[in-house]
Structure formats: structure tokens, C-alpha cells
């Protein structure tokens, strides 16, 4: 017999996932023969900074997306409130193909904490596609003798208020993933925000901060250079790209499975003809191996796009983040 899933059970989850296919997968009948037209470009906004890691990827799959739709694939980069603004932009662009998200983990947890995000991850996109995901690096000073995750976390508990924790962004996937740790823990780490991950680094070098989480790529030199101690990855298993560093089950936090994530979404309502054009253009674009070289070298696992999967994940990931900001309290409401 086949076993039934919480999404399944849930009335609330059934009704989201329902919203989020009927966005990927079923077109407006004015719009049934509808294509992306051929005289315009195809614009990806970036929801960051230019030099992000989402930048980067955006970058990367640009030229070969280019080339699979036969047409100009410009990035624009719209940084602000932790991805608010440019995800805003995005769900309120016509449905006609010509404007995407880069949506990175962020996009979920924003929305979750954030009642002026401005949009709705599952009712206002239409999912095009998951193209990677990978795990997160929990770092601690080399100042002090704890050595693990758990060594900070029994700290935290004796002394609570003294261990600090940067994060690259109030709302973002870093700053709930602390909030996550705390909340099944029972620890009481302080969550310090930056503006990105980089100056967080820097003051977890000089002892002003004890611990954050950023990508591995993000981290390695760092960690090469003895300047910060790798700790756990986020994901429950370990990662070939850091094999001595423990996941998070064997940490002993069996719960605590956390994945960032890299995807392609448009506005709602768009034809799922021209959803299903781009998601093959993507899924040739990563088959390339220069592409493919250079995402699994940023510890990144590649993933088929579908958009099907992609709203399952969606509405998983908000319900996720959406029921920890609700019993814990959590609220970061930063406009723009």
C-alpha cells in the first residue's frame, strides 16, 4: 500500500499544492498555442547583489540558456529586503515568459517572516524549475576550544545570550536555520544580521561573532586558511566536497536536514507551454559539462528541472519556515 504523505493528509497542504501545479501546469485557455515571442529578450532577475552566489548562477546559465531559446537572455540584478524586492518584481510582470526569478532559499523564508515581502511564493509564480542544491557550512571561531556544533550549542545553554551567530540577512535561509537550531534545541544563540555573508566572516575571524553558515564555496578559503572551524553540513548526510565534516545527523540533529537551493520560477499564469519551453532549455542548458563542472565544484548536486516538483517543493519549504515563524514568534518585517 502505498503510504499516504503528511502534504496528502493536510487539507491546507492539498489546497496549496493544488494552487501551485494549477500555476505550473495548467495554461489560460486564451494562451493554449502561445510561445515566447522571438524578437525579445528573456531577463532573469537576480534578487541579490551582483558577486552573489545566485548571481553566479544566473551568470552561469545564462549564455546556454541563450543559446537553447535562440534569443538574448539578459541578468538584472534587484537586491534589497533580503530578495523581496526582486521576487516583488517578478510575480507582478505580464505572464508572457519574457521575465524570470532566479529563486535561491531565501525565497520561501522571506515570505515566511516577512508580511511586507509583497508576494506569495506559491499563489503569485508558476515554477519552472529546481536546477541544484547543496548543503550549507556551519562555522565556528578557532578563538574558542569548542569543536563541534554540539560543544556551542551546551554553551549556549549554560551561558544563554553569549554566543553569537551572523547571518547574511534578517529572513533569510541562514537566520531561520538558526531559528530552526534554537527551537529544537532549546539553545538561546543570538542571531546577529549582516549584509551579506562577507563581513560576517570577517568578524567571525576576529572573535566578535562565534558562529554563521555560508555556502561552501563562500567559506573554503577560509576554512583552508585555518582562519574558521568547519563544524556540520546542513543536510542530514555528509558532502563530498567537505568528506572529514559531519552532517547533521551524525552531529545528532536527525531534524535539522536544511538544503540551499537554486530554481527558475515566473509569474503566475503563465502558459504552461512556454513554463515547459524554458524548463528544456534549462535541462539542456545544465546537461553541458562546463556547467555541470563548475556547479558540482561549488558543492552543488544538479537537478532535472520540472516544474511539478519544483511546487511541491515550494509549498513544502513555505509550510516548513511559515509553521516555525509561527510558533516561535518570528516576524522580520523589512520593506522596500
Not at 505580464?94 to 526569478?101: A, C, F, R, S
Not at 563581513?199 to 583552508?224: C, E, K, M, N, S
Not at 545528532?252 to 536544511?258: A, E, I, K, P
Request: charged fraction near 20%; glycine fraction near 8%.
Amino acid at each position: 500500500m502505498r503510504k499516504t504523505t503528511e502534504l496528502q493528509r493536510s487539507p491546507a497542504r492539498r489546497a496549496l499544492l493544488t494552487a501551485a501545479l494549477a500555476a505550473s501546469v495548467t495554461p489560460p485557455a486564451s494562451f493554449a498555442q502561445t510561445t515566447l515571442q522571438s524578437d525579445k529578450p528573456l531577463r532573469i532577475v537576480v534578487p541579490f547583489a551582483p558577486g552573489a552566489g545566485t548571481d553566479a548562477v544566473a551568470r552561469l546559465i545564462a549564455p546556454a540558456l541563450a543559446q537553447s531559446l535562440n534569443r538574448p537572455v539578459v541578468v538584472e540584478n534587484r537586491a534589497g529586503a533580503s530578495g523581496a524586492i526582486g521576487s516583488r518584481l517578478v510575480a507582478q510582470s505580464p505572464p508572457d515568459g519574457l521575465t524570470i526569478l532566479l529563486v535561491a532559499s531565501p525565497f520561501t523564508t522571506v515570505a515566511a517572516v516577512n508580511s511586507r515581502a509583497g508576494y506569495d511564493p506559491v499563489a503569485d509564480f508558476a515554477p519552472i524549475g529546481l536546477i541544484a542544491s547543496g548543503p550549507l557550512l556551519w562555522a565556528g571561531s578557532v578563538q574558542s576550544e569548542a569543536r563541534s556544533l554540539d560543544d556551542w550549542i551546551r554553551r549556549a545553554r549554560e551561558r544563554p545570550g553569549t554566543v553569537l551567530y551572523g547571518s547574511a540577512g534578517a529572513g533569510g535561509i541562514n537566520h531561520l536555520m538558526l531559528e530552526l537550531l534554537n527551537a529544537q534545541t532549546g539553545a538561546q544563540i543570538v542571531h546577529v544580521p549582516y549584509r551579506g555573508t562577507a563581513p560576517a566572516v570577517v568578524d567571525l575571524v576576529g572573535g566578535q561573532i562565534h558562529l554563521l553558515t555560508g555556502t561552501i564555496p563562500a567559506l573554503l578559503p577560509h576554512l583552508r586558511e585555518g582562519r574558521i572551524r568547519a563544524l556540520a553540513v546542513s543536510t542530514s548526510a555528509r558532502t563530498p566536497s567537505l568528506p572529514d565534516v559531519p552532517g547533521m545527523r551524525e552531529s545528532g540533529f536527525d531534524t535539522l536536514d536544511v538544503r540551499n537551493v537554486f530554481g527558475f520560477a515566473a509569474p503566475a499564469k503563465t502558459p504552461a507551454n512556454i513554463i515547459a519551453q524554458i524548463a528544456s532549455a534549462l535541462d539542456e542548458a545544465i546537461r553541458q559539462p562546463a556547467i555541470r563542472d563548475r556547479l558540482t565544484a561549488d558543492a552543488l548536486d544538479i537537478v532535472a528541472p520540472n516544474p511539478a516538483s519544483m511546487a511541491r517543493f515550494i509549498v513544502d519549504d513555505s509550510r516548513r519556515w511559515q509553521d516555525l515563524a509561527t510558533r516561535h514568534g518570528i516576524r522580520v518585517d523589512e520593506g522596500g
